[in-house]
């Protein structure tokens, strides 16, 4: 009896240590990434582009945002890529896998779509870089094949459901690869 049940231990710690490594070979695979042309909602004239990469647990967004007012802007993974409509509501809420409330991308409680705020300058342009812990590009609970949003106004990161972030001034869907 004990010999058996060593047995049974010793080939799960095998799985266990088969997966650990396969997950940090993962990590460090640059080619993990995904990138958002930003369209601009109807009235507004923003454009820009946001660049998504795997780094460990987390993705590291970066890019350039263009023509917004100036100020802090609400910037969300919303569930759905449909950008037909005008004001961009067909994108639907908060990408929101893990059915938690909206909150900031620090806090305990959050969307997994909560990324906070970006800030324009005097002339419209916010440079973003966000790190965003527990979010992934690949899996069940991958952003991409979703959309990101920017909101015209401040997201107060605790208002349900969206922080009052005021209206949708650009989108992209997020999509595989590194675009052109
Ligand atoms: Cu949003
Ligand atoms: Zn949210």
Redesign the pocket.
Known sequence: MKFSSFAVLSSSSALFFAGTLAVSLHAADQSVSAFADLKSAKGQNVSGKLEFTQEGNGVHIVGQVHHLSPGKHGI?VHEKADLSAPDLTSAG??F?PTKE???GPGGEH??A??FGNITADEKGDATVDIAIAGLSLTGANTIVGHSIIIHGGV?DLKSQ???NSGPRVAGGVIEPGTGS
């Open positions: 969300h809420g908060h929101n409330e909206h909150g959050h969307h779509g909560d997201d459901p969206s922080g």
